[in-house]
């Protein structure tokens, strides 16, 4: 029955949450309990009433809230455990503090714990560790009080909600204001998180997890990053003037970035990169799906696909106006399929993927609209498909410049003589049937 009733109030915040795709309200009332059971009492004037949060904890049985009153607030010098299924619910989000100062806020080592309606403060804001099915939720959460700062940490925790917490203004974040380690089937939605002095999220070796419906901008790093994260779902959220990357992930695959709004930021809207963020080797990043997204005014470019990051789908975007070009490829078998991309620097730049002959790129039925400079390719196998050109009126076969570079001579001159010579003749492909008209393609 506990498993039940627990969905069925996961569901509901789920709802609240994704209902707001670019910020979130935190409306000033009491918060009710989540689940039946006994309520421990902290403050207020009743007799039996606690002064201490952790003795009510500490007395609660599985199922049981404690309610904290504010008008003890603030709790200082802080560190709350939790090592059973219960609810701590705050009287008010702005006026019930907890303050842990240079320490851990709320510890939690349990299943099925529900946390909300407080204004949390201290180095690291609520941490789970090993602890499923809790949700998290009408937090104002901040940290600024010492180095190696995060206001939400999970390590090795699964299905879990992280929802509708305000997030904003935080100095010294170490890794990401959200920062989910070795963890799956979490969902962290409707947050606002903004104005802080690193990543907004960071997934690291985390799988199957949803993040949805946040407002992540003006972060002094990537909006959402991941390295070696796996199969997770980018979906909703507006990501905007961070300062770097949009979305930035490092040898992570098939996951799914779609449907955001990515615009402003002083990097790439969306950087797929090959690397390991930590230690440099060339872990693949490829079979991502982005979708969907507006990509827009961005630095560098739109969306930049690094080496060996392969077979990646490109659709349904609109990409426009970045400052040094729509679209980057550093690697093979992608298809860049009915994306708008008008009014960049370049329009589509693929670069030295030798192993294209093979694996060839595939950009097919694209609009490319008043952008400076038209495709730059280094490679034999692409395949240009019924795009549409502004500057080709003719239905006769539309060519494209390009070079051919020739890699095995390039790595014999780099075995012998230690020098990085890259040799390219001009190179002519084909769209053999370009579209008269441009395609109707809106997100």
């Known amino acids: 029955m506990r498993k039940i009733i627990t969905l069925g109030i996961m569901l509901l915040f789920l ?19 989540l689940r039946n059971g006994n309520t421990l009492y902290v403050g207020g004037s009743g007799p039996n009433n606690y002064t201490k949060i952790q003795d009510a904890i500490d007395d609660a049985s599985d199922g049981d809230t404690v309610f904290v009153y504010n008008d003890s607030s603030p709790y200082k010098y802080v560190t709350l455990v939790v090592n059973k299924s219960i609810n701590l619910i705050g009287e008010d989000t702005y006026s019930t503090i907890i303050d842990g100062y240079r320490d851990y806020v709320i510890k939690v080592y349990a299943d099925y714990v529900n946390i909300s309606g407080f204004n949390i403060i201290g180095r690291v804001g609520v941490y789970l560790e090993k602890s499923s099915n809790c949700i998290i939720s009408r937090n104002i959460i ?28 935080n100095n010294r974040i170490e890794y990401g204001v959200i920062f989910v380690g070795y963890s799956r089937y979490n969902i962290i939605s409707g947050n606002n998180i903004s104005n802080n002095d690193n990543n907004g999220i960071f997934l690291e070796s985390s799988f199957d997890n949803t993040i949805s419906g946040n407002n992540i ?3 002094d790093g990537s909006g959402i990053l991941l390295a070696d994260s796996d199969d997770n779902t980018i979906i909703g959220n507006n990501i905007s003037n961070n300062n770097w990357d949009g979305f930035c992930s490092y040898g992570s695959c098939r996951n799914i970035i779609s449907n955001n709004i990515i615009c402003s930021n002083r990097g790439n809207g969306v950087q797929v990169d090959s690397g390991d963020l930590f230690i440099y080797i060339s872990t693949p990043g490829g079979f991502n799906i982005i979708s969907g997204n507006i990509i827009s ?12 990051c392969n077979k990646n789908k490109i659709t349904g975007n609109i990409i426009t106006k970045n400052n040094y070009g729509g679209i980057e490829i550093d690697s093979a078998g992608n298809t860049i399929e009915r994306n708008n ?39 034999i196998a692409n395949r240009w498909i019924r795009n549409y050109w502004d500057d080709w009126d003719s239905s006769s076969p539309r060519p494209i410049k390009g070079n ?3 890699w095995g001579l390039t790595l014999i001159i780099l075995i012998k003589f230690d020098v990085e010579i890259y040799i390219d003749v001009p190179w002519i492909q084909f769209d053999w049937h370009p579209a008269s008209e441009p395609y109707d393609i809106g997100v």
């Open 15 to 33: 709802g609240m949450t994704i209902s707001s795709s670019t910020g979130l309200s935190l409306e000033k009332h009491s918060t009710t309990p």
């Open 142 to 169: 901040s940290t600024s009080y010492y180095d190696y700062c995060w206001p939400i940490e999970l390590q090795e925790s699964d299905f879990n909600i992280i929802s509708r917490n305000d997030i904003s203004n």
């Open 217 to 219: 901008s003006n972060n």
């Open 297 to 308: 005014n961005n630095y560098y470019f739109g969306i930049c696909i690094d080496f060996i």
């Open 341 to 379: 991309i008008a009014n960049n620097k370049y329009s589509i730049i693929i670069y030295h993927s030798f192993n294209t002959i093979f694996r060839p790129n595939i950009v097919k039925e694209n609009n490319f609209i008043k952008n400076e400079q038209y495709p730059e390719y280094y490679g």
């Open 404 to 406: 051919l570079t020739f």
